[in-house]
C-alpha cells in the first residue's frame, strides 16, 4: 500500500542548507587561494558601483583587485569597472533575486585568483534575499543610503543582523532627506551589536578614510589567521 | 480578532501552489466582491508608504479604502496607515521577500471586503521578486525613485516589463540627484511601450493630480467591465 504517493518537499530548507555547506567549501577554497572576497550588499540604487569604484581607487593599487558583478540583467556595472582597469566578470542570475554559493563558485572559478588579493562580489540589489545566502565572503558588507529612510532596520532585519559592516552612504544630500542617522544606528546596533558603521558618501568621498582603514585592518586580520 | 488598528497576520510562501491560477481565482474573486486591487511594488526606500498615504488622503473619501502592508518584519508601515482612520492589515510574510496569490488571498478573506472599494497591497520593498508573482491586482504600480538611479530598467527589467503605471517618486529632490528622466522613461517604454509614467513627490504633492486622475480612470473603467 502506497502511504506517500507523492514526496512534499520544502524546498527552501534544502536550499538554505546546501548552500551552508557550499558555503563553507567557498571559504575554505578561497582561504587556499589567499583571495579576501567582500561580499556588497544593498537595495537598488543605494550606491553599490559607486561605492565600490571609490574603494578600488582609494585602496589606490595596494592589492591586486577584481570584481563579479551580480545582476538579473544588464552590464552597465561591470562596464564601469572595467573603465578602471579592474578585471571584473558579469553575472546574470538567471531570474534569482541574488547569488548563492554555488553561483559564487562558478564566478570564482571563472576568475585568475593566482593574481588577485581581493575580490569584491556585487550582489543583486535587494535588501531581503542576499541576506540569507552566506556565498562564503571573509566579510558582509551592506549599504543603506540616506534617501532609503532610517526605518529599514524594522523592516528588513535579517540583513542588518549578518553583516559585518553598516555603510550610511549619501551623507552629501542629508540636508534634504529626514534621516535620524542617530536612530538608525541604535535599531542597527539593536539587531546586531558587533555591527561597524560608517557614514560617508560615495559621490564626494566624504567618510571614506575610516571605511579604508577599516577594511585594510579587515584583510590584515584575515591574512595572519591563514 | 480585531482588524482595527490592525491586525499582524503571519504568511508564508506556499511553495508548491500554482501561483498563476491562485491569481486568477483573486481576480474573479475580487470581481465578485467589486473590490479593486491595487499592487503597490518598489524597492525598500522608494516612498510607497508616503505615496499611498497622499494617494489615500488625495481621493478624499470618494472610495472605501483598505490597506495591506506586507513586510517580512515590523510594522511601522501599518501604524502610519491606521493613523488616517484606514482598516489596514500587516503580513507577516515570514521571510519570504514577495507577496505571492495564495498569501494575498490569506490577507483578502481577513479583510471586510463587503464595506471595501479599494484596497492596496503595499508590498515588500523589492524591485525583482514581486514582479515575478501575479497576486491578482487590478493593476500594477511600480515606483522608482530619484535617488535609484535612471538605470534601474536596465538592471530590474521584470518590474518595469509587468506595470501597469510607473510613478517617478521624490522629484522635490530631483536638482541634488544626477537623474536623466527622458532616458528612464524611455527605458522602461522599450521594455514596456503601454507603461503610464508619472513623475511626482509623495512629499510635496506635487505632480500628484494627473495619478489621481488616472487611477479614479482606471477604477471607472474597471467597475463598468464587471
Redesign the interface.
Known sequence: MELYPYE?????EAVLADNDAEAESNRKFLREKKVFLVNLMS???SGKTTTLLRTIRALNGRYRIGVMEA????D??AAAVASLGVPVIQLHTG?S?HMDASMTRRGLERMDLESLDVIFLEN??????PA?FDVGAAVRVMIL?I???D??P?????MFSVSDVMLIN?T??AP??DFDTEACVERAKTLNPDIRIFSLSALTGDGFPAWIDWLEDAITRWRKSL
Do not use: A, H, Q
Open positions: 512534499i518537499l520544502e524546498t527552501k537595495s537598488p540604487g545582476d538579473v540583467d544588464g552597465v556595472d531570474g533575486c543583486v540589489g535587494n535588501l531581503v534575499c540569507e543610503s534617501p532609503e529612510g526605518d529599514k524594522l523592516k528588513y532585519p535579517l549619501k552629501d544630500v534634504v532627506f
